[in-house]
Protein backbone atom coordinates (compact mmCIF):
# COMPACT_ATOMS: atom_id res chain seq x y z
CA UNK A 1 0.00 0.00 0.00
CA UNK A 2 2.84 2.42 0.35
CA UNK A 3 3.91 2.22 -2.98
CA UNK A 4 0.46 3.14 -4.43
CA UNK A 5 0.40 7.18 -3.70
CA UNK A 6 3.57 7.60 -5.44
CA UNK A 7 2.50 5.21 -8.57
CA UNK A 8 -0.86 7.69 -8.73
CA UNK A 9 1.31 10.44 -8.80
CA UNK A 10 3.77 9.36 -11.57
CA UNK A 11 1.16 8.27 -13.67
CA UNK A 12 -1.28 11.63 -13.10
CA UNK A 13 2.00 13.37 -14.22
CA UNK A 14 2.57 11.65 -16.91
CA UNK A 15 -1.22 12.50 -18.42
CA UNK A 16 -0.30 15.74 -17.63
CA UNK A 17 2.81 15.76 -19.70
CA UNK A 18 0.83 13.92 -22.38
CA UNK A 19 -1.49 16.79 -22.31
CA UNK A 20 0.51 19.23 -22.39
CA UNK A 21 2.09 17.70 -25.30
CA UNK A 22 -0.94 18.06 -27.60
CA UNK A 23 -1.95 21.23 -26.27
CA UNK A 24 1.64 22.15 -28.07
CA UNK A 25 1.46 20.68 -31.19
CA UNK A 26 -2.13 21.99 -31.64
CA UNK A 27 -0.70 25.24 -33.08
CA UNK A 28 -2.29 27.54 -30.82
CA UNK A 29 -5.68 30.16 -31.11
CA UNK A 30 -8.54 27.40 -33.41
CA UNK A 31 -9.56 27.72 -36.71
CA UNK A 32 -12.23 29.88 -38.08
CA UNK A 33 -13.66 26.71 -39.94
CA UNK A 34 -15.22 24.25 -38.59
CA UNK A 35 -14.80 20.73 -39.56
CA UNK A 36 -17.41 20.74 -42.33
CA UNK A 37 -15.59 23.36 -44.20
CA UNK A 38 -17.59 26.42 -43.08
CA UNK A 39 -16.08 29.80 -42.08
CA UNK A 40 -17.17 32.45 -39.85
CA UNK A 41 -19.00 35.16 -41.78
CA UNK A 42 -19.09 38.90 -41.35
CA UNK A 43 -22.57 39.15 -43.46
CA UNK A 44 -24.94 37.05 -42.33
CA UNK A 45 -24.98 32.89 -43.12
CA UNK A 46 -27.70 31.83 -46.24
CA UNK A 47 -29.08 29.02 -47.53
CA UNK A 48 -28.47 28.50 -51.17
CA UNK A 49 -30.45 26.70 -53.99
CA UNK A 50 -28.57 25.91 -56.63
CA UNK A 51 -29.87 27.04 -60.70
CA UNK A 52 -26.40 25.94 -61.85
CA UNK A 53 -22.73 25.43 -60.87
CA UNK A 54 -23.65 22.74 -58.93
CA UNK A 55 -20.23 21.27 -58.91
CA UNK A 56 -18.52 24.30 -57.80
CA UNK A 57 -20.59 24.60 -54.99
CA UNK A 58 -21.12 21.32 -53.58
CA UNK A 59 -24.54 20.41 -54.48
CA UNK A 60 -27.97 21.23 -55.15
CA UNK A 61 -28.18 23.09 -51.94
CA UNK A 62 -25.09 24.81 -49.94
CA UNK A 63 -24.92 27.27 -47.25
CA UNK A 64 -22.49 31.00 -48.07
CA UNK A 65 -20.57 30.11 -45.17
CA UNK A 66 -19.78 26.49 -46.94
CA UNK A 67 -18.54 27.92 -50.36
CA UNK A 68 -16.69 30.69 -48.24
CA UNK A 69 -15.32 27.49 -46.59
CA UNK A 70 -13.70 25.85 -50.40
CA UNK A 71 -10.47 28.39 -49.52
CA UNK A 72 -11.02 31.20 -52.64
CA UNK A 73 -12.28 34.46 -52.24
CA UNK A 74 -15.94 35.15 -52.85
CA UNK A 75 -17.56 37.52 -55.50
CA UNK A 76 -21.44 37.88 -54.04
CA UNK A 77 -23.56 39.35 -56.27
CA UNK A 78 -27.62 39.97 -55.47
CA UNK A 79 -29.64 40.25 -58.98
CA UNK A 80 -33.27 39.81 -59.98
CA UNK A 81 -35.04 38.74 -63.41
CA UNK A 82 -36.69 41.71 -63.96
CA UNK A 83 -33.87 44.46 -62.72
CA UNK A 84 -32.51 45.97 -66.29
CA UNK A 85 -29.25 47.36 -64.69
CA UNK A 86 -28.50 43.21 -63.73
CA UNK A 87 -29.11 42.02 -67.07
CA UNK A 88 -26.78 44.47 -67.80
CA UNK A 89 -24.26 43.32 -65.41
CA UNK A 90 -24.67 39.64 -65.96
CA UNK A 91 -21.96 39.63 -69.18
CA UNK A 92 -19.18 41.92 -67.22
CA UNK A 93 -19.41 39.21 -64.58
CA UNK A 94 -19.18 36.01 -66.58
CA UNK A 95 -16.33 37.83 -68.79
CA UNK A 96 -14.39 38.05 -65.32
CA UNK A 97 -15.30 34.60 -64.61
CA UNK A 98 -13.84 33.04 -67.89
CA UNK A 99 -10.69 34.53 -67.04
CA UNK A 100 -10.24 34.12 -63.09
CA UNK A 101 -12.72 31.17 -62.01
CA UNK A 102 -9.36 29.59 -60.53
CA UNK A 103 -8.55 32.54 -58.23
CA UNK A 104 -12.25 33.50 -57.18
CA UNK A 105 -15.51 31.86 -56.43
CA UNK A 106 -18.23 34.54 -58.83
CA UNK A 107 -21.59 33.19 -57.18
CA UNK A 108 -24.93 35.42 -58.49
CA UNK A 109 -27.87 35.01 -56.07
CA UNK A 110 -31.20 35.32 -57.24
CA UNK A 111 -33.73 37.59 -54.87
CA UNK A 112 -36.33 38.52 -57.92
CA UNK A 113 -38.86 36.52 -55.96
CA UNK A 114 -38.70 37.98 -52.78
CA UNK A 115 -38.68 41.44 -54.60
CA UNK A 116 -41.51 40.74 -57.10
CA UNK A 117 -39.15 41.19 -59.80
CA UNK A 118 -39.09 37.84 -61.11
CA UNK A 119 -39.58 34.04 -60.71
CA UNK A 120 -37.07 31.36 -59.91
CA UNK A 121 -37.75 30.33 -64.15
CA UNK A 122 -37.40 33.64 -65.52
CA UNK A 123 -34.42 33.87 -63.29
CA UNK A 124 -32.81 30.65 -64.97
CA UNK A 125 -33.90 32.09 -67.79
CA UNK A 126 -32.51 34.96 -68.08
CA UNK A 127 -28.82 33.06 -67.32
CA UNK A 128 -29.28 31.02 -70.04
CA UNK A 129 -30.27 33.85 -72.25
CA UNK A 130 -27.29 36.27 -71.62
CA UNK A 131 -24.75 32.96 -71.52
CA UNK A 132 -23.73 32.92 -67.86
CA UNK A 133 -22.07 29.53 -66.65
CA UNK A 134 -20.70 31.06 -63.49
CA UNK A 135 -22.65 29.41 -60.01
CA UNK A 136 -25.69 30.62 -59.75
CA UNK A 137 -28.81 30.15 -57.29
CA UNK A 138 -31.32 31.97 -55.50
CA UNK A 139 -32.38 31.73 -51.39
CA UNK A 140 -35.56 31.71 -49.50
CA UNK A 141 -34.06 33.68 -46.48
CA UNK A 142 -36.71 36.42 -46.50
CA UNK A 143 -34.29 38.56 -44.60
CA UNK A 144 -31.60 38.71 -46.73
CA UNK A 145 -32.48 42.22 -47.89
CA UNK A 146 -32.31 43.63 -44.36
CA UNK A 147 -29.11 41.40 -43.68
CA UNK A 148 -26.98 42.14 -46.12
CA UNK A 149 -28.56 46.07 -45.85
CA UNK A 150 -29.67 45.96 -49.94
CA UNK A 151 -30.53 49.21 -51.48
CA UNK A 152 -31.63 48.33 -54.77
CA UNK A 153 -30.08 46.01 -57.28
CA UNK A 154 -27.63 44.77 -58.35
CA UNK A 155 -25.27 44.39 -55.30
CA UNK A 156 -22.22 42.87 -54.84
CA UNK A 157 -19.49 41.50 -51.42
CA UNK A 158 -16.46 40.70 -51.61
CA UNK A 159 -15.77 38.24 -49.00
CA UNK A 160 -12.41 37.05 -47.99
CA UNK A 161 -11.41 33.94 -47.57
CA UNK A 162 -11.72 34.26 -43.53
CA UNK A 163 -15.47 35.25 -44.13
CA UNK A 164 -14.54 39.39 -43.51
CA UNK A 165 -16.20 41.46 -46.04
CA UNK A 166 -13.33 43.64 -47.91
CA UNK A 167 -15.66 45.60 -50.37
CA UNK A 168 -19.53 46.17 -50.88
CA UNK A 169 -20.93 47.88 -54.31
CA UNK A 170 -24.20 48.60 -54.82
CA UNK A 171 -24.86 49.32 -58.56
CA UNK A 172 -23.64 48.39 -61.89
CA UNK A 173 -20.10 47.20 -62.30
CA UNK A 174 -17.94 47.01 -65.38
CA UNK A 175 -15.62 44.25 -66.14
CA UNK A 176 -12.71 46.53 -65.85
CA UNK A 177 -13.86 48.08 -62.67
CA UNK A 178 -14.81 44.48 -61.28
CA UNK A 179 -11.43 43.76 -62.44
CA UNK A 180 -9.91 46.20 -60.44
CA UNK A 181 -11.78 45.16 -56.94
CA UNK A 182 -10.55 41.46 -57.79
CA UNK A 183 -7.27 42.41 -57.55
CA UNK A 184 -7.68 43.97 -54.28
CA UNK A 185 -9.80 41.38 -52.76
CA UNK A 186 -7.14 38.11 -54.00
CA UNK A 187 -4.00 40.59 -53.34
CA UNK A 188 -5.38 41.07 -49.34
CA UNK A 189 -5.97 44.85 -49.50
CA UNK A 190 -6.90 46.89 -46.49
CA UNK A 191 -9.79 46.12 -44.69
CA UNK A 192 -12.14 49.09 -44.64
CA UNK A 193 -15.57 49.86 -42.78
CA UNK A 194 -18.83 48.78 -44.99
CA UNK A 195 -19.51 52.99 -45.15
CA UNK A 196 -16.47 53.82 -47.03
CA UNK A 197 -16.68 50.86 -48.98
CA UNK A 198 -20.51 51.24 -50.82
CA UNK A 199 -21.30 53.49 -53.33
CA UNK A 200 -23.74 55.79 -52.56
CA UNK A 201 -27.52 54.89 -54.60
CA UNK A 202 -27.94 59.01 -55.02
CA UNK A 203 -24.00 59.39 -56.19
CA UNK A 204 -25.52 56.47 -59.07
CA UNK A 205 -27.23 57.04 -62.55
CA UNK A 206 -30.79 56.05 -62.59
CA UNK A 207 -29.98 53.34 -65.25
CA UNK A 208 -27.14 51.55 -62.59
CA UNK A 209 -29.30 50.67 -59.62
CA UNK A 210 -32.98 49.83 -58.73
Known sequence: MKDSL????????AAMAALLAVAACSGGEPSATDASGSVALEVPDIQISAYQG????????????????QGKPVVLNFWAALCPPCRAELPEFQRVYDERSDEVTILGIDIGPQQFLGTNEEGQALLNEV???????TTDDEAVVRGFEILGMPTTFFIATDGSVMRKWSGVLTEEK????????VGGGPVAGLASQEASASDLPDDDFI
Do not use: H, Y
Open 178 to 185: LNELVDEL
Open 6 to 13: PKRTLIAA
Open 54 to 69: QDVLGGETTTLSAVVG
Open 131 to 137: GVTFPAG
